[in-house]
T-cell receptor
Framework: AQTVTQSQPEMSVQEAETVTLSCTYD???????LFWYKQPPSRQMILVIR??????QNATENRFSVNFQKAAKSFSLKISDSQLGDAAMYFC??????????????FGKGITLSVRP | EAQVTQNPRYLITVTGKKLTVTCSQN?????MSWYRQDPGLGLRQIYY???????DKGDVPEGYKVSRKEKRNFPLILESPSPNQTSLYFC?????????????FGPGTRLTVT
């Protein structure tokens, strides 16, 4: 079974600085998708960024980028120029590209990011 | 506006009193799913539906039922709620079940069972 591990329960960053959130996963599959979701205090789940395992290039979305290390099964999120609105819980998630029973998202436990003004 | 809606947003109930949490999407999505979120556990899938009349269990289905009679609606039913079902519940939908399709989440339902 696939598992997603986020070992840091909390992190803090100074406004305008850069922070990296760690995620590792375990799978025997070669093709899969990885995601980072943001959950602000409103509880809404917001997709931040997505990485396809067959793509070697790391995904970027404005201030958000990932460091995808397939051999190490590592998928970290880097937030540059941190803003107060980035304060939230962040979830790393994994999904297989198939239809059927494996189409669920498998989530890590989440990490709470606080941003200091 | 494309969205997934859930009702109610907050619910406090007592053990054994049947309840239904509704979920509706207006994007003509085939795939719908329910997750529960618990502290220190992340989100876990309860049930999912590939299309109308096609549902299956996720990782934590015990104590829950679902139905998919219409494409847009996917209610979550707790026949006899217990305190261990106190949680934050999310409904999600996507165009299809493949991972390339983004899952859209509802706003969440905070359920407390006393």
């Amino acid at each position: 079974a696939q598992t997603v591990t986020q070992s840091q329960p909390e992190m803090s960053v100074q406004e305008a600085e850069t922070v990296t959130l760690s995620c590792t996963y375990d799978t025997s599959e070669s093709d899969y998708y990885l995601f980072w979701y943001k959950q602000p205090p409103s509880r809404q789940m917001i997709l931040v960024i997505r990485q396809e395992a067959y793509k070697q290039q790391n995904a970027t979305e404005n201030r958000f980028s990932v460091n995808f290390q397939k051999a190490a099964k590592s998928f970290s999120l880097k937030i540059s120029d941190s803003q107060l609105g980035d304060a939230a819980m962040y979830f790393c998630a994994y999904r297989l590209p198939y239809t059927g029973a494996n189409s669920k998202l498998t989530f890590g436990k989440g990490i709470t990011l606080s941003v200091r003004p | 506006e494309a969205q997934v809606t859930q009702n109610p947003r907050y619910l406090i109930t007592v053990t054994g009193k049947k309840l239904t949490v509704t979920c509706s999407q207006n994007m003509n999505h085939e795939y719908m799913s329910w997750y529960r979120q618990d502290p220190g556990l992340g989100l876990r899938q309860i049930y999912y539906s590939m299309n109308v009349e096609v549902t299956d269990k996720g990782d934590v289905p015990e104590g829950y039922k679902v139905s998919r009679k219409e494409k847009r609606n996917f209610p979550l039913i707790l026949e006899s709620p217990s305190p261990n079902q106190t949680s934050l519940y999310f409904c999600a939908s996507s165009l299809s079940a493949g991972a390339s399709y983004e899952q859209y989440f509802g706003p969440g339902t905070r359920l407390t069972v006393t």
